[in-house]
Nanobody, 117 residues
């Protein structure tokens, strides 16, 4: 049974930081690309950041220079360090695992991030 469990969300003031974690089980983590997506109320889910199994990364333009994605294959965990948070970063953040070679895709249940004063 595959599980992706996000944690680390919460309420933070503008300019603050949060670190999200996504712990995976039931998959061979090292051969999955991992991504963080977010969905704001009334908007479509969008890619925030992704990291391939080989370690290459890509980011949405809106978070470049502020967010950092990383992975620890020994812990089957992907992280999203979010700095200089803005109100527009508010939303539910989801973790996604995508097999590098086959069409297996899994999603976590999401964690709420609210940036507000």
């Amino acid at each position: 049974q595959v599980q992706l469990v996000e944690s680390g969300g919460g309420l933070v003031q503008p300019g603050g930081s949060l670190r999200l974690s996504c712990a995976a089980s039931g998959i061979i983590f090292s051969i999955y690309a991992m991504g963080w997506y977010r969905q704001a109320p009334g908007k479509q889910r969008e890619l925030v950041a992704a990291i391939r199994s080989g370690g290459s990364t890509n980011y949405a333009d809106s978070v470049k220079g502020r967010f950092t994605i990383s992975r620890d294959n020994a812990k089957n965990t992907v992280y999203l360090q979010m700095n200089s948070l803005k109100p527009e970063d508010t939303g539910v953040y989801y973790c996604k695992a995508s097999h590098e070679y086959l069409s297996y895709v899994y999603w976590g249940q999401g964690t709420q991030v609210t940036v507000s004063s």
